[in-house]
């Protein structure tokens, strides 16, 4: 997979072209070329993986966590057969063979949502060889996903939300850093985005002019979407822009790390642990939370479902209705530790 780097400073490279042929596999052949596998059997894994990019449209995360996968499969498969795989071994495993490897990643202590995901990669990859006439058929489609447990997202309250879109900068030496940050979490909480979006962002992305502008995000699945940036979200990021001490053009990376290169996630991500010491915020404080409170906020102030929906880049509604069931569960809450009714 291309570094964090690459793959974030880019809008162009996002773009691949979807009509180049599977057997050419530019991106797939580097990312086969791991796997200690029988070399049609590589060859394949090639060809999926150019197709999940080039395709599919998968991110480059999602594709770095489709090969690992695949990878543990092989692995598993390997001493399970006791033999080097190829397409003709691993089109004659049988619905044994798969909950085998199953039941390995649960004794490894892999939760179920971690196998699940293994499991659909798996299924991508054995689907695809299908389709292409690389095996003719497989025991795989009747396995079924392992049963996930229902989790509702964990928003923080409005005051907990700005008290750590505030206080973030403190933590930093360095005023063009605690800048940052103040406008990394701005952007996350006031536009909802994923943390992956808001660092893709170039300089050319924030709109030049005063007032509510528009930001065009390009989210899961290369998806592109349109969300309005307020005015106290670009407050914030002239700001950090006119403390930074790296210059750059249109196409350079909004956000920038020390060394003026890409800023890694896992800096804010650092970020928001310290926060949640200092300011005694619950451990589902990250910054993902600040998109879930996003969501929750504008939904308990009357927003409607489906603009939530278009903001957040849902693919499905019943991704954003999980949302109503947040804001159900604190008023419940609230109605249990308040009425005198409900302590009797």
């Known amino acids: 997979m291309a570094g964090p780097a ?23 052949e580097e990312a086969a070329a791991g796997f200690d596998v029988a070399a049609d059997l590589k060859k394949a894994i090639a060809i999926w993986l150019a197709w999940l990019g080039d395709e599919r449209r998968a991110a480059d995360l999602t594709v770095d966590a489709y090969r690992r996968d695949f990878a543990d499969f092989l692995g598993f498969i390997t001493g399970h057969l006791g033999a080097q795989p190829d397409l003709a071994r691993i089109a004659a495993l049988g619905r044994a063979d798969f909950r085998a490897w199953m039941a390995r990643r649960s ?19 054995y689907r695809l060889a299908i389709k292409r006439g690389l095996i003719d058929q497989t025991s795989l489609t009747a396995l079924r996903t392992p049963k996930l447990p229902r989790s509702l997202p964990k928003p923080l309250t409005a005051p907990e939300a700005m008290e ?11 005023s063009w850093i605690g800048k940052r940050d103040i406008a990394v979490l701005t952007l996350l909480y006031g536009c909802g985005l994923r943390i992956s979006e808001a660092l893709s962002l170039t300089r050319g992305d924030v709109p030049a ?19 309005p940036i307020l005015p106290v979200v670009s407050d914030a990021i002239r700001d950090y822009l006119a403390a930074c001490p790296y210059g750059g053009g249109a196409g350079d990376p909004l956000f920038v ?12 991500q650092r970020a928001m642990q310290h926060l949640r010491a200092a300011l005694g915020l619950p451990e589902t404080a990250t910054p993902h939370a600040l998109r879930h409170s996003f969501a929750t906020h504008l939904l ?5 479902l489906r603009a939530i929906q278009e903001l957040l880049g849902h693919a499905s509604l019943s991704t954003t209705q999980r949302y109503t ?14 009425h005198p009714r409900a302590k009797s």
């Open 6 to 28: 690459a793959s974030l400073n880019k809008k162009a490279a996002n773009r691949k072209m979807a009509g180049q042929s599977d057997l050419a596999v530019p991106s797939g």
């Open 107 to 125: 004794t490894r202590g892999l939760q179920a949502s971690s196998t699940a995901r293994a499991l659909s990669a798996v299924k991508s990859f």
């Open 164 to 174: 750590a879109v505030s206080a973030i900068g403190d933590q930093q030496h360095e």
């Open 209 to 227: 002019q005063d007032g509510v502008g528009l930001l065009r995000i390009l989210g899961k699945g290369r998806k592109e979407r349109v969300v």
């Open 257 to 268: 790390g020390a060394r003026g290169d890409v800023l890694n996630p896992r800096l804010i």
């Open 300 to 304: 308990a102030g009357g927003g409607d």
């Open 325 to 338: 069931e947040v804001d159900a569960a604190q008023l419940m809450a609230v109605y249990n530790a308040a």
